[in-house]
């Protein structure tokens, strides 16, 4: 096979569960390494592990992709001359590769039951050394593999690692790194069932798909020397390294789990996540543009990314920054595009004839999507008031007062608009000379039911002159019914 003189790279998930949120920041990596230098890159869907296949996890993580706004050149429907791209499809290939190395004494059939196994590694334990196989069927002589076969034994396929010997691998992030071979065990490479494990496969698609640089997570560094090995045995050329740091949890404490909360890539979009943002945050962990700034297109990405420059420790999933940077992206909206993009996120009892009229009071207070219903809910929801809030900084003889106040001057006023509510409420505030910050908030918790909302002034116009004059009374009423020492 020719060596390829374009690049080509790949991601490799597997249908065991929702594609992680750091997978989906490899897979844009690979993707834009790929495009920078006018090459393929590749999904191709590792699924030899059947007992812990999800249904319709092919699906979900073709779906999951194309969600973020990224495309594949070659994988499942999408014709390739490398093909097919579904590792249960390929099983007669690895077999026969695997077949290839015992034929050339790179590998042997391994008889054991589960159970010796069992016990080998029990007594490694036992004497504190690394759980190991204990190449008990590495010496079989031909004779007596001949036989076992005659009597359809089970067995696995055996990579024969050499004794002793230095396994070196340059790392584009990392530069040269060095195991042992001792520190390699004689790895299953074809299962008893005629599966490969992963190691097998990996390679063996690696190399037939013409895979030039391999980008994945840091996790995998270990299992490299497994795969050297492996491209050494079939004496094939090996592609180029690059191993990816890991996120860690917002706190900074280990790597980024299910423990810690939702990390699925799906799960950001559901919660209100922008695609676009989300891979703008994805380039900026770990690796800075050379003029340092963080707002970056997909397509300046590509431009100028290089694994190389990629920092070798680990980050920190800035929760914080994801959520500034989100809000930027949402400002970005054109507001026909972010309505469109809300609807989903729209409560049932939401009235979406009104959200042109509440949309723009929101939107600079929008951190994700889902913020919409929490950030308008009282404009169409009964809401629950805290006296305590009513009361502050203030007494109840005064708060009784403002109200008292406030209703006789709405009721009587017929242009219910921005100015109008505004010049009402600055003229009473003035008149009494009532300390502003005490009076707008107490007009904002009564009808709000909040201490943070939209513009106040803005906010009345759309509550409407009727919802604004019954939020009132029900704040006098409840300020009434509080115990008589209070008041």
């Given at each position: ?57 092919v699906q979900r993580i073709q779906e999951v992709i194309k969600a973020y706004g990224l495309e594949w050149d070659e994988g499942p429907d999408k ?409």
């Open positions: 096979m020719t060596t390829p003189t374009l690049v080509r790279t790949r991601m490799a998930p597997s249908p065991t569960g929702e594609l992680h949120v750091g997978s989906m920041a490899i897979l844009l990596k690979n993707y834009a390494f790929a495009k920078k230098n006018g090459g393929s890159f590749l999904l191709r869907i590792e699924d030899t592990d059947k007992e812990r296949e999800v249904p319709g996890g014709d390739g001359e490398y093909g097919p791209y579904i590792q249960s499809q390929r099983l007669d290939l690895y077999k026969k590769y695997a077949q290839d190395l015992v034929q050339s004494g790179k590998a042997y059939y391994c008889f054991c039951s589960r159970e010796r196994l069992e016990e080998v590694r029990e007594q490694m334990k036992i004497d504190h050394q690394a759980p190991q196989y204990d190449r008990h069927c590495r010496s079989l002589t031909a004779g007596e593999v001949s036989h076992k076969l005659a009597e359809s034994s089970e067995y696995v396929i055996r990579l024969k690692v050499p004794d002793n010997q230095s396994i070196t691998f340059n790392d584009l992030i990392r530069g040269e790194i060095t195991f042992n071979s001792s520190e390699v065990d004689d790895q299953v490479l074809l299962k008893s069932d005629g599966f490969p494990t992963y190691h097998l496969a990996v390679v063996v698609d690696d190399h037939l798909m013409q895979i030039t640089h391999i980008m994945r997570g840091e996790e995998w560094i270990s299992s490299t020397p497994k795969h050297v090995l492996l491209y050494q045995a079939f004496e094939w050329q090996e592609p180029i390294f690059a191993h990816i740091p890991l996120f860690l949890n917002p706190d900074g404490k280990g790597k980024m789990s299910k423990r810690k909360g939702a990390v699925s890539a799906q799960s950001f979009l559901d919660r209100g996540y922008l695609p676009q943002a989300l891979l703008n945050f994805f380039m900026i962990l770990g690796w800075t543009p050379q003029d340092q700034r963080e707002i970056l297109t997909l397509d300046e990405y590509i431009q100028e990314f290089d694994p190389k420059d990629i920092s070798p420790s680990s980050v920190v999933f800035d929760v914080q920054k994801l959520d500034w940077m989100n809000g930027m992206y949402i400002r970005q909206l054109l507001e026909a595009e972010l309505q469109e993009k809300l609807l989903p996120f729209l409560p049932g009892d939401f009235p979406q004839d009104r959200l042109s009229e509440m949309l723009p009071l929101v939107m600079e207070r929008l951190v994700t999507l889902s913020d919409i219903e929490q950030l308008t809910d009282f404009w169409y929801r009964d809401i629950t008031l805290d006296t305590e809030l009513l009361l502050k900084k203030a007494t109840p003889e005064l708060v009784v007062e403002q109200l008292q106040e406030v209703l006789a001057r709405f009721e009587s006023l017929s242009d219910w608009t921005v100015a109008a509510v505004e010049t009402t409420l600055r003229s009473i505030q003035e008149v009494h000379d009532y300390k502003k910050n005490q009076f707008f908030m107490l007009i904002r918790v009564a009808i709000t039911g909040k201490t943070a909302t939209p513009p106040l002034f803005e906010t009345l116009e759309v509550l409407g002159k009727e919802k604004t004059v019954a939020r009132l009374k029900a704040a006098q009423v409840a300020l009434q019914t509080m115990a008589p020492k209070n008041l």
